[in-house]
């Protein structure tokens, strides 16, 4: 029998496989809007999943408790678990719970700002619309990093692996064909957005490479010699039809920038009995 957070956590990651495959549905209608409700579900499914866990899987440390009123008026001493309108127990918000995992280090602010931004894009949806090239740029940065957080903590809360699962966004470039615009137009609700994204941005820590607010996705198509390109070349020998994958330097570096001492360092800083 699973346990309630591994429960949860499968749910979680149903949850954000949801949201990909519907983003990458290029013809589906409001598939911004969906992808920001379906990945919030799933974080809250996650973050729920590691308190449940932090708290021996005990199913009341999830549940809000207010004070009981005696006859008198006055407020009792006796806690009493908070209902919802249905008479269900009313759960800790995804907010106060993301935040109690901050001040236990388990959670990074970085990634707590990306969750920020798909909050506020789930809340503000109904003001948006999808005819800002440079809004749906956004939408899909936020998007990325959100998804690279998510397997990150799965992996390192929990010790998922996901790489069975595509959990990549189609860039725009791919589902949309480029359009020239003389000015680009955004109404008052997204401009506040993308203003309270900015101060999101402006306060990211720098030095952690692990978690993102936002990703940047560049796709270049280029015409060049194979051999000015190859670095490595890498063929599975048992398919013949497996196509070679071709990895420069540069593509190692941009992936992996820290030389040895960097890396140790990062280590005693992360690990307080790493030697």
């Known amino acids: 029998?699973?346990?309630?957070?591994?429960?949860?956590?499968?749910?979680?990651?149903?949850?954000t496989v949801s949201a990909i495959e519907v983003y990458n549905k290029?013809?589906?209608?409001?598939?911004?809007?969906?992808?920001?409700?379906?990945a919030i579900n799933g974080w809250e499914l996650l973050i729920k999943a590691k308190w449940l866990n932090q708290n021996d899987n005990k199913i009341q440390s999830i549940y809000v408790k207010e004070t009981?009123?005696?006859?008198?008026?006055?407020?009792?001493?006796?806690?009493?678990?908070?209902?919802?309108?249905?008479?269900?127990?009313?759960?800790?918000?995804?907010?106060?719970?993301?935040?109690?995992?901050?001040?236990q280090g388990h959670l990074e602010q970085n990634a707590w700002a990306n969750i920020q931004a798909l909050l506020e894009l789930r809340d503000s949806s109904v003001h948006f619309y999808n005819s800002s090239p440079n809004f749906a740029n956004k939408l899909q940065e936020i998007g990325t990093a959100s998804l690279k957080n998510f397997v990150s903590l799965v992996e390192e809360w929990f010790e998922r692996d996901l790489s069975q699962f595509n959990f990549y966004?189609?860039?725009?470039?791919?589902?949309?064909?480029?359009?020239?615009?003389?000015?680009?137009?955004?109404?008052?609700?997204?401009?506040?957005?993308?203003?309270?994204?900015?101060?999101?941005?402006?306060?990211?820590?720098?030095?952690?490479?692990?978690?993102?607010?936002?990703?940047?996705?560049?796709?270049?198509?280029?015409?060049?010699?194979?051999?000015?390109?190859?670095?490595?070349?890498i063929v599975d020998s048992s398919n013949s039809n497996a196509p070679a994958v071709r990895i420069t330097e540069e593509d190692v570096l941009k992936r992996y920038p820290w030389d040895y001492k960097t890396f140790i360092n990062k280590c005693k800083e992360r690990y307080s009995d790493f030697k």
């Not at 008026?73 to 901050?102: C, H, M, Q, V």
């Not at 949309?176 to 941005?201: C, D, M, S």
């Open 26 to 38: 290029a013809g589906f209608q409001y598939r911004a809007e969906t992808f920001c409700i379906l």
């Open 169 to 233: 966004l189609m860039p725009l470039s791919f589902m949309e064909l480029p359009t020239q615009t003389n000015a680009i137009v955004l109404n008052n609700e997204q401009r506040n957005f993308l203003n309270y994204l900015e101060q999101l941005e402006t306060g990211a820590d720098e030095t952690d490479p692990k978690y993102s607010i936002t990703v940047n996705i560049n796709v270049e198509f280029t015409k060049s010699k194979t051999n000015d390109a190859l670095g490595v070349r």
């Open 68 to 103: 009981r009123r005696k006859k008198d008026g006055s407020k009792s001493k006796k806690l009493r678990i908070k209902r919802t309108r249905s008479g269900n127990p009313f759960t800790y918000s995804l907010d106060y719970l993301a935040k109690k995992l901050i001040e």
């Open 1 to 15: 029998m699973k346990s309630r957070s591994k429960e949860l956590i499968d749910k979680a990651i149903a949850a």
